[in-house]
T-cell receptor, first 108, second 114 residues
Framework: RKEVEQDPGPFNVPEGATVAFNCTYS??????FFWYRQDCRKEPKLLMS???SGNEDGRFTAQLNRASQYISLLIRDSKLSDSATYLC?????????FGQGTELSVKP | SAVISQKPSRDICQRGTSLTIQCQVD?????MFWYRQQPGQSLTLIAT?????????ESGFVIDKFPISRPNLTFSTLTVSNMSPEDSSIYLC???????????FGPGTRLLVL
């Protein structure tokens, strides 16, 4: 079983749609959690941290369920510029463990 | 956030040769990390480089294949030795953010081995 698992997609959605990405992790001792965004042929960039209480940044909402070892990212009113690969990332003892990424394509 | 640069940005190399990738940070950092991202895959940690000590390698990666230098707190190099086509990948360096919980990445080095 992979340490961090994501649905690879691709998710093809129209502009304005709401899209949700899911991620599960295997190590219950994991300390912190993140969503990164990676554009084609670019390096990953931190999108947001994920907290148990949930956190929101504009159109983006991230949620963590420690009991289920489950992380989610919700994007509302999606824009063409949201097209990218979204990486679920878990910090295990100081090391970042990356999921394989979920590809999102937003169409006009 | 730290500004990270890598050289070269890309290269095409012949099998059996070696390539050294440089990573420069605009501020002093304790730990630097080297990752590999193979085509269509996510990132895999190769090793952690601390200044003044030997790099710590992850399972599946060895010093003879991926020697690392860390001469000071702003610079590191990764060498990909005796390359084969399977080494074709993107190699990225990263540094921790101020919380030490997450990392910022350099722009990567795209390597193609023929």
């Amino acid at each position: 079983r992979k340490e961090v698992e994501q649905d690879p997609g691709p998710f093809n959605v129209p502009e304005g749609a709401t899209v949700a990405f899911n991620c599960t992790y295997s190590n219950s001792a994991s300390q912190s959690f993140f969503w990164y965004r990676q554009d084609c042929r670019k390096e990953p960039k931190l999108l947001m941290s994920v907290y148990s209480s949930g956190n929101e940044d504009g159109r983006f909402t991230a949620q963590l369920n420690r009991a289920s070892q489950y992380i989610s990212l919700l994007i509302r009113d999606s824009k063409l510029s949201d097209s990218a690969t979204y990486l679920c990332v878990v910090n295990e003892g100081g090391k970042l463990i990356f999921g394989q990424g979920t590809e999102l394509s937003v169409k006009p | 956030s730290a500004v990270i640069s890598q050289k070269p940005s890309r290269d095409i190399c012949q099998r059996g040769t070696s390539l050294t990738i440089q990573c420069q940070v605009d501020s002093q950092v304790t730990m630097m990390f080297w990752y590999r991202q193979q085509p269509g895959q996510s990132l895999t940690l190769i090793a952690t480089a601390n200044q003044g000590s030997e790099a710590t390698y992850e399972s599946g990666f060895v010093i003879d294949k991926f020697p690392i230098s860390r001469p000071n707190l702003t610079f590191s190099t990764l060498t990909v030795s005796n390359m084969s086509p399977e080494d074709s990948s993107i190699y990225l360096c990263s540094v921790e953010d101020s919380t030490h919980e997450t990392q910022y990445f350099g722009p990567g080095t795209r390597l193609l081995v023929l």
